[in-house]
C-alpha cells in the first residue's frame, strides 16, 4: 500500500486559532490527510510490535510492554484489528489476527474490570467478526461475554466492577453508571449473532434498574451501590462516570429500535439541558450540579466530556452540537494539546494529563458526517497534527504529563490506535471505507452494522 512519507515530527508546525480562522478550506487535502493519518497508525503499530508483542500495551519511553493483569488480553491487537481491516493496512492485519487466534484465551484465573474488557476486547472481537466474518472471532467473543455477564449476578441486577474468569466471582460493589450501563451494545450485538437473548436481556434490566433510581428531576449521580442502590455521591454530570451511560441510551436505541432505551434518553437529556448546560461563561459547557438539586457544583469540563458533541448531534441536537464542538476546539487548541480537565468559567487547568483521548476529534468526526461543513475537517486536522507535533516519540506515541510542559508519560493506550487514529482517518477518508450511516460505533469506536 502506498503512503506518504510522514517520518519526523518536526515537520509538522502546531496550529492554533489565528492560523486556523486565514486558511481557505480549499487548501485542504483530505487525501493526503488519510494517507498521514495511515501512516502515523502505521508507526505507532509497528512500535508495539517492536518492543511490546503479545503485551497488552506499549511503554513507548522505556521501550517495553506492559499487562494489565497477571496475563495478556492482547488488548492492542484486539482494539485495533478492526481499525486496520477499515484502513486497508491487510499485512499488518492478518499479523495481529494471526496472534489473537493462536494466542488469546480468557481462562485465566485473574479479576478484570468488567467495563474495559467489555468494551475494548468484547467489542472489538464482535465487530472484526462482522467485518471480516471469521467465526472463531465471534467464538472468542461469546467464550468471554459467558465469563464476564456473571458480573451482572446482584440483587439489582446492576453489575459488580470486577469479574474472575474462571470462578465467575464479582467483586466492586460501589460502582458508577458508566461502569453500570455501557453494555447493551457490544451485549446487543452478541445476542443477534448467537441468538441468544439472554446477552441483551441483562444488559437492558441493569440499564433499566438504574434509570429507575434517578433523582426526582432526572439526574444520576458519581457512583452507587450495585447491592443496595443507595447512592454514594450525587454530583451528575456528562463526564468519566457517567459519560457512555448517557451515550448508550442514545446508540441502542437506534442499533435495536429499543423504545425503552429512547425513553431513557428521552427523559435524561431534557434533564441534562436543563441543568447540567452552561450558557453563563464564554462559549457553551456542560457542568457539574447535584443530582436531588440541581444546583451547579462546579464548572469543570474535559476530554471525556468532548464525546457529548457527537451524542446530540446523533440525536439531532445540532444547535447545541455545533455549539459545543466550539468549546471542544477550543479546549484543545488552548494549550495546542487539550486537557484532561478544565475549569471553563476562569479557563485554567485542573488536570493537565493527555493521554492521547479521541473524543474531540471524533465529535468533529460525527459534526462533520452531519453538517459537511469543512470547518470540522480543519478542526480535525489541526488536532491530528498537534498530537503528532507533540505525542510522537522515534517508536510510537506517549501520552503527555502535562499539556503546558508537553512533558511525555511511559505509556500508549490502546484506544490511541482503535478510536483517535481511527476517528482521524474515517474524518478524511472519501473512500468510504466505512458508511457513517450504516454502522453504529460502541463507545470503544468499533463499528457495529445498523
Not at 502546531?14 to 493519518?37: R, W, Y
Not at 439489582?156 to 474462571?166: A, D, E, I, S
Not at 450485538?189 to 441483551?200: A, D, I
Not at 506515541?397 to 508537553?406: D, G, H, M, S
Amino acid at each position: 500500500m502506498l503512503v506518504y512519507s510522514f517520518t519526523s515530527a518536526q515537520q509538522i508546525k502546531p496550529l492554533n486559532n489565528a492560523n486556523v480562522q486565514s486558511e481557505s478550506p480549499e487548501t485542504l487535502d483530505k487525501a493526503g490527510l488519510a494517507n498521514q493519518v495511515r501512516n502515523e497508525f502505521l508507526h505507532a503499530w509497528q512500535g508495539y510490535r517492536q518492543y511490546a508483542w503479545g503485551y497488552d500495551a506499549l511503554k513507548p519511553l522505556s521501550k517495553k510492554g506492559h499487562n494489565w493483569y497477571a496475563h495478556s488480553l492482547l488488548m492492542t491487537p484486539v482494539d485495533a484489528l478492526d481499525a486496520m481491516l477499515i484502513m486497508g493496512l491487510n499485512d499488518e492485519a492478518k499479523d495481529a489476527e494471526k496472534i489473537i487466534l493462536d494466542s488469546l484465551r480468557f481462562d485465566y484465573d485473574m479479576d478484570v474490570q468488567n467495563f474495559e474488557v467489555s468494551i475494548r476486547i468484547l467489542g472489538g472481537l464482535i465487530s472484526v467478526y462482522e467485518l471480516n466474518g471469521n467465526k472463531r472471532f465471534l467464538d472468542l467473543a461469546t467464550d468471554l461475554g459467558n465469563r464476564l455477564i456473571k458480573a451482572f449476578d446482584s440483587p439489582t441486577g446492576m453489575p459488580y466492577r470486577y469479574v474472575n474468569l474462571v470462578t465467575g466471582k464479582a467483586s466492586g460493589n460501589i460502582s458508577n453508571p458508566a461502569e453500570i450501563g455501557t453494555y447493551i451494545v457490544e451485549y446487543g450485538v452478541l445476542s443477534r449473532h448467537t441468538g441468544n437473548p439472554k446477552y441483551f436481556e441483562t444488559a437492558k434490566k441493569a440499564m433499566l434498574a438504574l434509570h429507575k433510581l434517578r433523582s426526582p428531576i432526572n439526574l444520576t449521580g458519581t457512583s452507587i451501590n450495585v447491592e443496595t442502590g443507595e447512592w454514594m455521591e450525587t454530583d451528575s454530570h456528562i463526564s468519566g462516570c457517567i459519560d457512555s451511560y448517557l451515550e448508550y441510551m442514545l446508540k441502542s436505541s437506534i442499533l435495536f429500535n429499543d423504545k425503552d432505551m429512547r425513553e431513557l434518553w428521552n427523559t435524561s437529556i431534557v434533564a441534562v439541558n436543563k441543568y447540567l448546560a452552561d450558557t453563563q461563561y464564554d462559549g457553551f459547557w456542560y457542568g457539574h450540579s447535584d443530582m436531588n438539586t440541581g444546583k451547579r457544583s462546579a464548572t469543570v469540563y474535559g476530554s471525556l466530556d468532548a464525546f457529548f458533541a457527537a451524542s446530540l448531534a446523533m440525536s439531532g441536537d445540532l444547535t447545541r452540537a455545533e455549539k459545543l464542538q466550539e468549546s471542544n476546539y477550543k479546549m484543545f487548541m488552548l494549550n495546542d494539546i487539550e486537557p484532561e480537565e478544565l475549569n471553563y468559567a476562569t479557563m485554567e487547568i485542573t488536570n493537565a494529563n493527555y493521554i492521547l483521548r479521541p473524543e474531540n476529534i471524533e465529535s468533529a468526526y460525527y459534526l462533520y458526517n452531519y453538517t459537511h461543513d469543512e470547518k470540522y475537517l480543519r478542526q480535525g486536522r489541526d488536532m491530528f497534527q498537534n498530537i503528532v507535533t507533540y505525542c510522537r516519540t522515534p517508536e510510537a506515541y506517549a501520552a503527555l504529563k502535562n499539556v503546558k510542559t508537553k512533558e511525555k508519560r511511559d505509556y500508549m493506550e490502546s484506544f490511541f490506535l482503535a478510536e483517535t487514529l481511527k476517528y482521524a482517518f474515517l474524518l478524511f477518508d472519501d473512500n468510504l471505507s466505512l458508511d457513517f450511516n450504516k454502522v453504529i460505533f460502541n463507545t470503544e469506536a468499533h463499528p457495529y452494522k445498523r
